[in-house]
């Protein structure tokens, strides 16, 4: 049975054109990777890692939400 989900954002940052990956849930989470699926791969692993290095308890499956923002903008063609 699944715990309750770590939550882990993802920012997009423009200037380095990776996506940004940090958490409160999940202590020294901070990472990033150009494209998303690269990012979940890369989450996939270094979280169960930082949790044992961490000695959080817990089940051995970990399941993590991805939160993402990345800002946009949209050009109106009626001006």
Do not use: C, H
């Not at 849930?25 to 890369?42: S, W």
């Amino acid at each position: 049975m699944y715990g309750k989900p770590l939550f882990v954002r993802a920012e997009w940052d423009e200037v380095a054109r990776v996506w940004v990956a940090t958490s409160d849930d999940v202590p020294g989470l901070a990472t990033e990777e150009d494209n998303l699926e690269g990012l979940i791969e890369k989450l996939k692993v270094m979280i169960p890692e930082l949790l044992d290095v961490n000695e959080a308890e817990g089940e051995r499956e970990v399941p993590f939400e991805l939160l993402t923002r990345r800002f946009e903008i949209a050009q109106r063609t009626s001006y």
